[in-house]
T-cell receptor, first 111, second 114 residues
Framework: RKEVEQDPGPFNVPEGATVAFNCTYSNSASQSFFWYRQDCRKEPKLLMSVYSSGNEDGRFTAQLNRASQYISLLIRDSKLSDSATYLCVVNRRGGADGLTFGKGTHLIIQP | DGGITQSPKYLFRKEGQNVTLSCEQNLNHDAMYWYRQDPGQGLRLIYYSQIVNDFQKGDIAEGYSVSREKKESFPLTVTSAQKNPTAFYLC?????????????FGNGTRLTVT
């Protein structure tokens, strides 16, 4: 099993719809989790950290399921500007070198 | 405004030449990182540094070198020993010692070697 795994997509979703995707991780001792957004040929930008109790930021909701070892990102009322690649990042050891990136899920919002 | 600055944005070099990519941050972060991203691939760690004058190899350090003489600066040299240097290079920083501290990225350098 890969350390951090994401469905590469693309997910084609109509504008206004709700979309969700998951990221699974293999190390049960992983300690912190993040979602980043990356636009084509740009740097990744932090979307949100993922907390144990789940957290919400506007239209975005992130959740952690430690028992099944995955995190999820839900986007409500999707906008055209949400089209991007969403990267999952897991800090598997808690140290400076423990950050592992998934390859990303490509999301396309269609008008 | 605080941030991370990478330069240049685009870099073209001939095979066999060493090239140095610049990374400067004014976020007062202790830890700095260099990643490489290839099309359709995840980010791979080249080198990282948690304090001045100290750095560690990441997963793909062969053919690269770094220095950390100042807290703000973490330049990366791509040497002629790197077999496939053409890639998108990303510098990042974060607070060391805080496991929930996220990475902040510079805007990247796209290196093309022919």
């Amino acid at each position: 099993r890969k350390e951090v795994e994401q469905d590469p997509g693309p997910f084609n979703v109509p504008e206004g719809a709700t979309v969700a995707f998951n990221c699974t991780y293999s190390n049960s001792a992983s300690q912190s989790f993040f979602w980043y957004r990356q636009d084509c040929r740009k740097e990744p930008k932090l979307l949100m950290s993922v907390y144990s109790s789940g957290n919400e930021d506007g239209r975005f909701t992130a959740q952690l399921n430690r028992a099944s070892q995955y995190i999820s990102l839900l986007i409500r009322d999707s906008k055209l500007s949400d089209s991007a690649t969403y990267l999952c990042v897991v800090n598997r050891r808690g140290g400076a070198d423990g950050l592992t990136f998934g390859k990303g899920t490509h999301l396309i919002i269609q008008p | 405004d605080g941030g991370i600055t990478q330069s240049p944005k685009y870099l073209f070099r001939k095979e066999g030449q060493n090239v140095t990519l610049s990374c400067e941050q004014n976020l007062n972060h202790d830890a700095m990182y260099w990643y490489r991203q290839d099309p359709g691939q995840g980010l791979r760690l080249i080198y990282y540094s948690q304090i001045v004058n100290d750095f560690q190899k990441g997963d793909i350090a062969e053919g690269y070198s770094v220095s950390r003489e100042k807290k703000e600066s973490f330049p990366l040299t791509v040497t002629s020993a790197q077999k496939n240097p053409t890639a998108f290079y990303l510098c990042a920083s974060r607070y060391a010692g805080e496991r929930n501290s996220p990475l902040h990225f510079g805007n990247g350098t796209r290196l093309t070697v022919t």
